[in-house]
Nanobody, 115 residues
């Protein structure tokens, strides 16, 4: 199994948008729950959104209506579309895959929201 790889982070002004991508090997992606988590400085890592193989999604209350998680099963990739970004969304964003062999984490990608 190979760990997921995130991309798409960067710096954006409040109100802006970013799309994060997470590519994973088929063995850890197919049929498994894929999730996005984030960790801000001095804070614990927290769930942002999760999506199961069939497409059911869960979101943290703080991002509902602004963020959308989706998956492309043909590309073994999960996305996080982030709109109406706020300074409090600033964090390192991590992708993970929940599998029968355990949970696999990516290395993280920095998202900074600042004017």
């Amino acid at each position: 199994q190979v760990r997921p790889v995130e991309s798409g982070g960067g710096a954006v002004q409040p109100g802006g948008s970013l799309r994060l991508s997470c590519a994973a090997s088929g063995s850890i992606f197919s049929g498994n729950v894929m999730g996005w988590y984030r960790q801000a400085p001095g804070k614990q890592r927290e769930l942002v959104a999760r999506i199961i193989g069939g497409g059911t999604t869960n979101y943290a209350d703080s991002v509902k209506g602004r963020f959308t998680i989706s998956r492309d099963n043909a590309k073994n990739t999960v996305y996080l579309q982030m709109n109406s970004l706020k300074p409090e969304d600033t964090a390192v964003y991590y992708c993970n895959a929940e599998t029968i062999w355990g949970t696999f984490w990516g290395q993280g990608t920095q998202v900074t929201v600042s004017s």
